[in-house]
């Protein structure tokens, strides 16, 4: 009987010697196989569990030990969906990876990941998780369930629910010195293919651009079309945004509204993009709050194969907070029943020229 058509634990015990020589194919490949189709993936859910073997007799944790954090990484680059298919009950595998994907922080008698790199540990397999709900049509309710067992499972290796919301809210409260002081250079752009598919889009990430700085939001826009010749070329490059709040049976919805005027005509957008947030998730509205308590905006052209075709920066003059609060504040009492669906009505109904003339 395949490994697939059991419920049965999983314990993938890596050995030794893969991790010496950092090959993963032996547990990546099974860990494919849970990828095969929707069966599978509701089938392999919370069955996964990781040990590294060989180094019983070395006295460091062994996220301390450099070949298993890379081991760890190259895993994890390759399969990152562990807030799905990783056990709860053995208590160790999601922490593990937790500690070996962030820098480790020696605190009273015990060790912790860095905040920073802990946050974005976090944003990234959220992201992975809402991708691999949306490829096999999980639907939000299983996307939201994993994401609070996960955080409520973690919160000892990181914060404790209520710290983590006081650092933030306090962290929150003074803006983010992000400027960029080092002049034109070129960075290792994500894999947007990770979170957009093949399409193109506009769409906020976590990123760290200045090690001084630390974690900040980043805007990225990708066109693999003949058109981003010409978006890179716009001189100046003013990126405007404008935010609305609607509603429809399914729940309600936060839409984004971004755009760089025509230099000959401002009134007239060269080239403008949607995106949309979801009020009640927490993860969501995280993002966008990080965003707004910054600075400065950093927004990225991104043309074919992954490439920087330009990048910019915005004094941080939009409003995003006042407008974050209100929206939260007017959305308190509406119930989602399900974003996607609220998402894909209110596209359907309006297009951008809608959204330009939304008072």
């Known amino acids: 009987m395949s490994i697939y058509d059991t419920d049965n634990p999983l314990i993938f015990e890596v050995s030794y010697e893969d991790i010496e020589s950092g090959d993963i ?20 859910k919370r069955r996964v ?135 034109a250079t070129r960075f290792e752009i994500p894999a947007l293919d990770d979170y957009l598919g093949m399409r193109d889009g506009f769409l906020p990430l976590p990123v760290v651009l200045d090690a001084a700085t630390g974690e900040e939001v980043a805007l990225f826009v990708r066109d693999q079309t003949p058109f981003m010749a010409e978006l890179r070329q716009v001189h100046p490059f003013r990126l405007m945004m404008k935010q609305g709040c609607a509603r429809n049976e399914f729940g309600p919805l936060v839409f984004f509204l971004f755009w760089v005027q025509t230099p000959a005509n401002p009134a007239e957008p060269f080239a403008a993009w949607d995106c949309y947030l979801d009020p009640k998730n927490p993860v969501q509205m995280r993002l966008w709050r990080t965003l707004a308590a910054q600075t400065h905006w950093h927004l990225f052209l991104v043309g074919p194969r992954n490439e920087q075709e330009n990048f910019f920066e915005f004094e941080n003059n939009y409003g995003l907070a006042e407008s974050l609060e209100a929206t939260e504040q007017a959305c308190r009492d509406i119930a989602t029943i399900d974003f996607n669906r609220a998402k894909d009505r209110f596209m359907q109904e309006h297009s951008l020229d809608d959204l330009f003339g939304m008072q």
């Open 49 to 183: 569990t990781v040990l590294f073997e060989g180094y019983d007799d070395d006295p460091r944790d062994v996220y301390d030990i450099p070949e298993i954090r890379r081991y760890a990484k190259a895993l994890d680059d390759a399969f990152p969906y562990w807030f799905y298919f990783a056990s709860l009950h053995d208590g160790s595998t999601l922490q593990v990876f937790a500690l070996c994907l962030c820098r480790v922080i020696k605190a009273g008698g015990g060790s912790k990941p860095h905040t920073d790199d802990y946050k974005t540990f976090l944003f990234l397999h959220i992201a992975a998780l809402n991708e691999l709900c949306e490829r096999f049509k999980l639907g939000d309710t299983v996307k939201l369930q994993v994401t609070d067992e996960v955080l409520a499972h973690l919160a000892p290796t990181g914060n404790s629910p209520d710290t983590r919301q006081e650092s933030e809210e306090a962290s929150l409260r003074e803006r983010k010195d992000n400027k960029w002081r080092h002049g």
């Open 25 to 44: 194919t032996t547990v990546l490949t099974a860990l494919r196989g849970f990828l095969e189709s929707r069966n599978t993936v509701v089938g392999g």
